[in-house]
């Protein structure tokens, strides 16, 4: 046999570099955090399941039974794990400009506020900047911006915690071109309208919000919400409103809510669902039949509805708008 060969030095450097780095990857940690043990809810509505979230990057990237190490974990045995929660119905306008932080809604686990049900942050204009300042409650603060996506952008640098998404509001739009008065805009208003919704959507909102029980919203004409729902429609977002009667007239307001999802083409979900009024509690019914024939006839209509049986509003709502 001959003599064994030796390995130059470099060689056997090299080897041992090659080991070092082998041991090093295959002891590191997998994922960024991991949640063992606790019982999690998907979202989806099936029973809840016991196991492990594993992240990595900002991403869910393992569910179940999970092996190996992460940089941090956490015990969640008999804790509830589920995907953050949606605030349907923000208001936090003007809370996240007080506190980004938001702790209010994170430490409920509230992860997204969506704004905009009848008003939005914008777009304004200078009267309206300074009505807004004047009428301004406890939390105090300068408006620097103009269009919705500015305020939206605003929040981003302010470096809030939830993530937010947007409704252009209808009457927020009205209020721009026509003010607070009860009064029909003409076609060239009107066309302002549309071009103020337009730029919304294009600064991505998800839609036109209205809220038809409340003045000035209320002023507004059946063409003209379908007329600013077809702008959203063109841009793939959708009609939501706080309709013109939750009580006696109720059935008639959902029908106008179907017109305009049928006459602008946008899908169409009413915010929200009640019986305002003993003698109104029976009409229940009837009203999901109009939205299921809605539906049967190929529109997108839904429906939301608290998980309560109290509802409380401004006293505003209740009387006449004059």
Request: negative net charge; glycine residues 10%.
């Amino acid at each position: 046999m001959g003599s064994p060969r030796r390995l130059a030095p470099s060689l056997l450097l090299l080897c041992s570099s090659m080991l070092v780095s082998a041991s090093t990857a295959a002891q590191a940690p997998a994922y960024d955090l991991i949640i063992r043990g606790g019982t999690i809810y998907d979202g989806s509505g099936k029973p809840p399941v016991v196991g492990d979230v594993a992240i990595k990057d900002d991403r869910i990237v393992a569910v179940g039974k999970v092996d190996g190490k992460a940089k941090r974990e956490v015990a969640a045995k008999g804790m509830a794990v589920a995907p953050g929660f949606i605030n349907m119905l923000s208001w936090a306008t003007e809370s996240l400009i007080a506190d980004p932080k938001s702790q209010s809604d994170i430490r409920q686990g509230v992860t997204l506020e969506v704004m905009g049900e009848g008003w939005s942050m914008g777009p304004m204009n200078a009267k309206m900047k300074a009505l807004d300042v004047e009428r301004q409650g406890d939390i105090k603060y300068d408006i620097e911006w103009t269009s919705l996506g500015d305020y939206l952008s605003y929040l981003e640098k302010r470096g809030i915690s939830t993530n937010v998404a947007s409704f252009v509001g209808a009457a927020t739009v009205r209020v721009h071109e026509l003010g607070e008065g009860d009064v029909d805009p003409n076609l060239e208003q009107l066309a302002r309208m549309r071009a103020l919704v337009r730029q919304a959507m294009n600064e991505g909102a998800m839609g036109v919000g209205s809220s038809i029980i409340y003045a000035p919203g209320s002023y507004a004409e059946t063409d003209e919400l379908v007329a600013l729902t077809s702008e959203v429609a063109k841009c793939g977002g959708m009609y939501i409103s706080h309709m013109r009667s939750e009580g006696d007239r109720i059935e008639e307001a959902v029908d106008e809510l179907i017109e305009i999802s049928r006459r602008s083409g946008a899908p169409a979900e009413i915010y929200h669902l009640k019986m305002a009024g003993r003698s109104n509690w029976g009409k229940l019914d009837t009203i999901v039949k109009k939205i299921e024939d809605a539906r049967a006839a190929g529109l997108r209509i839904t429906t939301d509805m608290y998980t309560y049986t109290a509802g409380a509003t401004g006293l505003d709502a209740a009387m006449p708008t004059w």
